[in-house]
């Protein structure tokens, strides 16, 4: 008997930065008008999930890159962007009174 076993390649597991970036929609998080139309479970969801990226971003920034690199420049550009996300979501929170 003829070994008739389909060989399939290995699919590798996505980053966690990966599924970060996939989970978090930069256009909605700085869109007032989106955020205003979020329920609360999940703008706090955003909130945090804004926060922990930023940091994932700062720790990488401080451990793998020089400090005048472009990588280290794009990468402090992405950390603004995310703390400027937070503010917003931050001030739509405090619109709700629910922060």
Do not use: C, G
Request: proline fraction near 3%.
């Amino acid at each position: 008997m003829a070994d008739d076993r389909v060989i399939v390649p290995a699919q590798l597991q996505p980053t966690q930065i990966d599924i970060d970036q996939q989970l978090l929609r930069d256009e909605d998080l700085l869109n007032e008008e989106h955020l205003r139309r979020m329920d609360q479970v999940l703008l706090r969801r955003n909130l945090d999930h804004a926060r922990m990226f930023s940091r994932k971003l700062s720790l990488e920034l401080q451990q793998f890159v020089h400090l005048y690199t472009p990588e280290a420049n794009e990468l402090r550009r992405r950390i603004e962007k995310y703390m400027v996300m937070e503010r917003m979501i931050e001030r739509e929170m405090a619109r709700r009174h629910t922060y």
